[in-house]
């Protein structure tokens, strides 16, 4: 991956983002709110490996490079990651979505259907739940850059950390929509248990890293 910087090319992501907003704003039933909580996460994962790349490699930030390059690395394939969970999201979606067309004019009928419901649900709670990781993951990566980064961009790492604390509680919400029609105790359990994990905390460390930004640039917050 690099970064152009070169205007024509930025131009040219503006008809493709439009047309994805316009789709997200249709009354499709795909993208959705999945889709937009993947897209936020690698975003964040995005801007992660942009500050890595304005500071990997350059004399003034050498000495942090044992930090700084694994992080770079690791964004660069969050951002893969996750832009592939936009897709498996979507076809997650269509699958319940063909659980609940299913006929239920018999007994046998409604059983099978509430099985294909239920082993639908569970499946559309992976690709959430992979975003949730992953974005937790960006938050972490986001304190390497905050702390060791080219200090012209760490504000970035900070946004970076809030996106991906959004996209964290926005995947929850997505895996928690599917976990009531799974009917399955044990797997909600175990996946309560890490969202637990996974939002501990996440807000704190956003939080930690705005106080570092706003320190280093000397900035005090005004109170009326």
Request: aromatic letters at 4%.
């Given at each position: ?42 975003h964040a994962a995005a801007l992660v490996a942009m500050v890595g790349r304005l500071t990997v490699g350059r004399d003034a930030f050498s000495e942090f ?158 109170t009326a």
């Open positions: 991956m690099t970064k152009s910087g070169n205007r024509d090319a930025r131009g040219d992501h503006g008809p493709a983002l439009r047309a994805y907003l316009d789709d997200l704003a249709s009354s499709a039933p795909v993208p959705g709110g999945g889709s937009a909580a993947a897209i936020g996460a690698a490079e044992n930090e700084t390059a694994p992080a770079l690395a690791e964004a660069d394939d969050l951002v893969g990651a996750l832009h592939s969970q936009i897709t498996a999201d979507e076809e997650a979606f269509d699958a319940v979505m063909c659980a609940y067309r299913q006929p239920r004019d018999t007994p046998e009928a409604r059983r099978s259907r509430r099985q294909a419901i239920g082993e639908a649900s569970r499946l559309a709670t992976i690709p959430p739940m992979e975003v949730a990781r992953s974005a937790r993951r960006v938050v972490d990566l986001a304190v390497v850059m905050a702390r060791y980064g080219n200090p012209m961009v760490i504000s970035d790492a900070a946004v970076a950390a809030w996106s991906a604390v959004a996209a964290i509680r926005a995947s929850i919400m997505n895996v928690r929509v599917n976990l009531g029609a799974t009917n399955d105790p044990h797997y909600s359990s175990a996946c309560e248990s890490e969202i637990a994990k996974l939002l501990s905390n996440a807000d704190q460390i956003a939080s930690d890293i705005d106080a570092l930004v706003l320190s280093h640039i000397g900035y005090a917050p005004v």
